[in-house]
């Protein structure tokens, strides 16, 4: 993984709140509430009412592939996770329609 995962206590505090809403903050979940197991991989699965979410921020899989692109993640662990949660919100904030919009709004993290 080459981003550093340095939040600050703002994002962490909104990456908490996104967690909340998007998951239950539960980093083994699938749109719709079935889980999945192991975390090599985004879980390639067949969808919920057109949704592929998946993971504590319902990353979509186009969405998380520009990401890890972006942040070195190889895998789908908690950890890989928040980093890609961090770049994204950073990237785009808490509210863009590439990001968490349809659950917000919330707190613009400066």
Do not use: K
């Not at 942040?71 to 968490?100: I, K």
């Amino acid at each position: 993984m080459s981003y550093a995962f340095n939040p600050t206590q703002a994002e962490v505090d909104c990456l908490a709140l996104i967690r909340r809403h998007e998951s239950g903050g539960e980093y083994n979940i699938l749109c719709g509430g079935n889980h999945f197991s192991g975390y090599a991989d985004f879980p390639i699965w067949r969808g919920f009412r057109g949704s592929h979410a998946a993971g504590a921020y319902q990353f979509e899989p186009g969405t998380w592939r520009w990401c890890s692109v972006m942040t070195g993640v190889t895998d789908f662990s908690p950890m890989s996770q928040d980093v890609n949660a961090l770049w994204l919100l950073r990237r785009v904030g808490p509210n863009s329609s590439e990001s968490w919009q349809a659950s917000g709004p919330y707190p613009v993290v400066v």
